[in-house]
């Protein structure tokens, strides 16, 4: 399995408007941070964790020639606003998008695309064609098999993404008690780590390195950064197996 990084920063992308600090300013490629999303490609399948704001441009930059199925973990604007770059995987592959998520999320995108949905609204080229499916349990796309996992996002439950020996954890504040055993024996883990003070919604870089040696994944990759951590520095003094992500990192796993 191929996992792309297509975004890795928090809701206002790094540089931030108008924003004049160091990391804002870097020249280092790896401060440049899109909304968060991955894209996973595996024999059978291609799949996109979230549809965020910059979709167009990530699948523009990774030529990203096709999407099976997407996968929603929570119904913020940083995760779902890409929604209407939908229509040209519909062109392309001459079908709807199956769109996976809890039902508090399908209930987010319905609300906020209450347009798609709308029976009134012309039809044409105009329009995003969505399959909502509702996640009740462990599930396959193709050959990819997707295990949620149960996150809390400040009081919101929320999902992450397991399939093999990779998770996804974005936006993340608390791990419940049922989720620990999902996530034992992992190759690579992806957490949230937002910046380094405390944040009601999101783990602190300190939470998220704690919480990462608890999970004990033999890798670990921070996401959903924010511009307080500035990539080369904030590496430099993370413990062994753990680095930030960046945009346009690649990992190869095995299936
Ligand atoms: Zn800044
Ligand atoms: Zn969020
Ligand atoms: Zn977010």
Redesign the pocket.
Known sequence: MKVTFLGTGT?HGVPMIACECATCRSDDPRDTRLRPSIYLETARARVLVDAGPDLRQQSLVHRIRGVDAILF???????ILGMDDVRRFNAVQRGAMPCYGDPQTLDDIRRMFAYVFDPATPKGGGLPLLELVAIAGPFCIADLEVQPIPIF?GR?P?LGYRTGAFAYL??CSRIPDEAWPLLGNLEVLVLDALRVRPHP??FSLDEAIASAARIGARRTYFT?MCHDLAHAETCARLPAGMTLAHDGLVLDLEQ
């Open positions: 809701s973990t929570h119904g913020h604007a940083d995760h996002h919101r929320i974005t936006d919604t999101h959903h």
